[in-house]
């Protein structure tokens, strides 16, 4: 069986354009002597199109254009993901589906089954649940068919399962040879070591083989990685396709030999994670070019470095702008920063602004020592400026906060959280030095100087970040214990924590829910991000202590 997995990059709603997309690969495909071509889960409506499942108009367009596609589909049958309506009823209006579509005709249809409704998942909101798993025949094998969630289900490889039913399994007693999955598999950290893993046990247990098409690109705070595989029975590699990129797997499952598969640097993957999580972003929401404020500090570094390699140098414009007690050395690192990438650059003082802020402000503060409010008066004017940069050049506004900041409200709401999308807000501040250093391995890029001095919002005089915080390897333990693991206090302190430090890293988490959720959409990359992620309530009264 030659088989061919078209990963490609759908965009959400764009039934006209992914159709088109389908097209050419399943032309390419077939061209390169393909007999059966496989697509991503929800490839034609992309993935995930959330509540415009919930619009009559756009499931009817949905099953029009599905019906056009199919008229492209000569001899070699093409596996296409979309949605299905559900004819009985009571029950969700509509399937998870693959479609089988072979000689211009819209044949079989197959339902997803194990409806994921955890961490960014929601799919029991829209879909019936398929009543069981079904397959086609092929060349005298029988082939199933199963869709993502199907197959993360192994009682072989997970200690603990979400579902009674294992669709892989119930298809190899059935006789199947091979089982193909149409996949939406969303990236994090390590996740494109775990799909395979899991796929080859998968494989070896039910002595069956596995060929799993996975979706690529960015699509809201989601990205896809892509790396689609073949796996034979025996647990083998027979070939994977690129990852964080579009890519056409042709593979024949007879003849193609066993392969040693390495994996990318686990900093390379995160690198191009983001960047192909924030080219998506930008240009799947109609723009072509980003603005970023420059501190001349490791973190709007790193987001310039991502965003000149996911736009190009001459579509990032950054901007320093520096207050009374910006020092001299940041705005050295700044432009060294600009110069080191290409890109555009200026530097506009905000201190004017600042100023004047002051004054209109000055006889309702008068007798009231300096604080927070004046700091974060400076970090304020940054924002008005950057967004108005933003409507004049029609540009997005990339923020620079990492996921450290973000959890204990180390950021300012209306200041230097203003923008369209957080780039690196899931990315924890001693990830984000690791990062750095990642992309200066070969030359300079990030000023060195951004990389080694003390962390700093520079809002007030001799500020570091450790003045309001525990030791970013402290801290971004502590993190991962309570944000990504949900640990109570008492375990993180068993842990060799400090317990006064946990229980005040604890509150300021619990404290900032309502400045995270105020935030710009950032790119997931953890196991548990904010956002979609980490459903908590703003005004609730529980604490631990």
Not at 1 to 25: F, R
């Amino acid at each position: 069986m030659k088989l061919a997995l078209a990963q490609i990059n759908s965009v959400v709603g764009d039934l006209d354009g992914n159709a088109a997309k389908i097209a050419d690969a399943y032309k390419n495909a077939v061209g390169q002597g393909a007999e059966i071509v496989v697509f991503p889960e929800l490839a034609l409506t992309g993935y995930p199109p959330r509540d415009l499942l919930l619009r009559p108009v756009f499931l009817q367009r949905a099953e029009e254009t599905l019906v056009r596609l199919a008229a492209s589909i000569h001899d070699a049958p093409a596996l296409v993901g979309t949605v299905t309506a559900n004819p009985d009823r009571p029950g969700r209006p509509i399937f998870n589906s693959a479609v089988f579509l072979r000689r211009g005709m819209v044949g079989q249809r197959f339902f997803k089954r194990l409806l994921p409704t955890y961490d960014v998942f929601d799919e029991d909101r829209y879909f019936e649940p398929g009543k069981k798993s079904g397959y086609f025949e092929w060349d005298g094998q029988k082939i199933g068919v199963t869709i993502c969630e199907d197959i993360w289900n192994d009682a072989d490889f997970w200690s603990e399962r979400r579902y009674h039913a294992d669709p892989v399994q119930e298809l190899a007693e059935k006789g199947c040879s091979w089982v193909i999955n149409l996949s939406a598999s969303p990236w994090i950290s390590g996740k494109e070591k775990l799909r395979g893993e899991m796929v080859q046990t998968i494989a070896k247990t039910e002595r069956i083989g596995v060929a799993q098409c996975n979706l690529v690109g960015g699509n809201d705070q989601l990205v896809f990685d892509g790396h689609s595989l073949a796996i034979n029975s025996e647990g083998l590699y027979l070939a994977r396709a690129k990852g964080f990129a579009e890519d056409l797997l042709v593979v024949d499952t007879n003849s193609n030999p066993p392969a040693a598969m390495p994996w990318e640097d686990d900093e390379k993957n995160l690198f191009d994670a983001l960047v192909l999580g924030t080219r998506d972003y930008v240009c799947k929401c109609g723009f072509k070019k980003a603005i970023i404020g420059l501190s001349g500090g490791i973190d709007s570094a790193l987001v310039a470095v991502i965003a000149a390699n996911a736009l190009g140098k001459e579509n990032v414009y950054g901007v320093s702008l520096p207050a009374k007690v910006s020092s001299q050395g940041s705005l050295d690192d700044a432009a060294a920063l600009a110069q080191n990438i290409g890109i555009k650059y200026d530097v506009i003082p905000v201190e004017p602004i600042f100023q004047s802020a002051s004054e209109q402000c000055g006889s309702l503060f008068a007798g009231l020592p300096p604080d927070q409010a004046e700091e974060n008066l400076q970090s304020r004017a940054r924002g008005m400026v950057l967004m108005a940069l933003s409507n004049k050049f029609n540009s997005l506004v990339l923020t620079t906060g990492n996921k450290s900041e973000l959890a204990v409200g180390y950021c300012t709401i209306y200041g230097d959280m203003c923008g369209g999308l957080a780039v690196i807000s899931d990315v924890p501040k001693t990830r984000v030095y690791a990062l750095s250093r990642w992309i200066n391995r070969e030359r300079e890029i990030i000023p060195t100087a951004s990389i080694t001095k003390a962390p700093s919002a520079e809002l007030r005089e001799n500020q570091t970040d450790q003045d309001s915080l525990p030791p970013y390897e402290v801290l971004d333990e502590i993190l991962r214990c309570y944000v990504e693991k949900n640990e109570p206090l008492q375990q993180i302190v068993a842990a060799g924590f400090d317990e006064a430090t946990v229980r005040d890293v604890l509150k300021k988490v619990d404290y900032s829910e309502y400045k995270r959720q105020q935030a710009a959409p950032g790119i997931k990359v953890t196991s548990r991000a904010f956002g979609r992620g980490r459903l908590m309530p703003i005004a609730q009264k529980f604490r631990e202590f």
